[in-house]
Structure formats: C-alpha cells, structure tokens
C-alpha cells in the first residue's frame, strides 16, 4: 500500500503540472496571437486524443529505450545516455500521460479563452497591467472553471490508467487491483483497494472545491 500510495500520488502531480504546463501554455498560443499557420495548429495539438497513452509509451520506448535508435545513435558516437534517458521509470510515465492528456486542458482552455480570456486581458491593460500581468491576475482566475476542468478529466483518466503505466513497470492503483483479484485471486483485497482508488477520486474532487476560495 505505501509503494502504491507513493507512486500514485507522484502520477498525479506530475501528470497535473504537466498537462496544465502543456494544455494552458497551448491554448495561451493559438488563441492570444497571430502567426502563419495557426488555423492548422489549433487542430494538430488535439491530435494525441486520438491515440491511447500506452500506444505512445511504446512508440516513445521503441525510440528511446536502451535499444532504440536514439540511443544506439549515441553510443555510436561515444555518448552513453542510458542513465539520464531512462523512461522506464516514474517521470517517464508522467512524460507519457502529460503528452497525451494535455489536449483535455488545452482543448476547454481555450474555449475559455475565446469566450473571456481576450475582453478580460485588454480590460486589465486598461487598468495599467503589462500583458502578462494581466494574463495571470485576471484572464488565468477568470477562466479558472474551463481549464481546471480539463484538469479533472485528465487526473481521472491518469488515476484510471492501466495499460501505459503497467507497460512502463510502475505499480499503481489501477495494476495493484488487477494483481489481486487476477493473480492472487483476492477479491477482498481488490475490493479495498479499489475503495482506496475512489477515495483519491474524492480527494481530488474536494481540493478542486476548497481551492475556490471564494
């Protein structure tokens, strides 16, 4: 249960920094600024919706990994990088769900944006802020119940998570029910434990509403 809890716990803030890193950063782009290409780049960063995470574990492993043609490439020029290019291991799993959970911030981030972001930015340079300033005090709390959405459909989907993080090795909630009913035949155990899952989903739930505030 301690190993469970920890690495549990490490996905979810990981995964959440991430995807709010990725998907508000995204939607800050293609919604604030002109540049060529941005019609087509507002429909490309919702692409990896249509791939499932454990498909990009093993696509990115299959590149990465030990094996792989990044690091073969590398020894054969005399660099070893297996030690700080590891992905089997806890932030590799995050880097994997950060990738392909963040078009869920982005895609109701910029909804928001569209909606807000832009009146609410200009209104706050009316009253003397700079453009980031403004961005941050007002257009980010302003459109707090779009983009925090987005964060809560993808921590689900990262406490939910079987096939990606079972791939990469990491025992979690999700791998730590299936080992006890399937494996050791535990009902009772798998029960528990996945009465302890739907109390992180709770949790999780809870700091959203307390971090409101008023």
């Known amino acids: 249960m301690p190993s469970l809890l920890r690495n549990t716990t490490v996905l979810l803030f990981g995964v959440g920094f991430g995807v709010l890193l990725l998907g508000i950063s995204c939607a800050w782009l293609v919604s604030f600024y002109e540049f060529p290409l941005r019609g087509v780049l507002r429909w490309l960063l919702m692409l990896p919706m249509a791939m499932p995470a454990y498909v990009l574990a093993f696509a990115l492993l299959g590149v990465f990994d030990y094996s792989g043609g990044?690091?073969?490439?590398?020894?054969?020029?005399?660099?070893?990088?297996?030690?700080?290019?590891?992905?089997?291991?806890?932030?590799?799993?995050?880097?994997?769900?950060?990738?392909?959970?963040?078009?869920?911030?982005?895609?109701?981030?910029q909804e928001g944006f569209a909606h807000l972001g832009v009146r609410v930015q200009?209104?706050?340079?009316?009253?003397?802020?700079?453009?980031w300033q403004s961005f941050w005090r007002v257009v980010l709390p302003s459109t707090r119940p779009w983009w925090m959405g987005g964060l809560g459909l993808a921590l689900m989907e990262t406490l939910a998570d079987f096939g990606t993080v079972s791939y990469f090795g990491v025992q979690t909630f999700t791998t730590g029910i299936y080992r006890a009913w399937f494996s050791l035949g535990d009902r009772i155990a798998a029960a528990?434990?996945?009465?302890?899952?739907?109390?992180?989903?709770?949790?999780?739930?809870?700091?959203?509403?307390?971090?409101?505030?008023r």
Do not use: C
């Open 70 to 109: 990044v690091q073969t490439y590398l020894r054969t020029h005399g660099v070893d990088a297996s030690a700080w290019l590891d992905l089997r291991s806890d932030w590799g799993v995050v880097l994997v769900l950060s990738l392909a959970l963040y078009p869920y911030v982005y895609l109701l981030a």
């Open 122 to 131: 200009e209104v706050g340079q009316s009253l003397g802020l700079s453009p």
């Open 192 to 213: 528990q434990l996945s009465a302890a899952l739907l109390a992180f989903v709770v949790l999780v739930l809870t700091l959203e509403r307390m971090s409101r505030g």
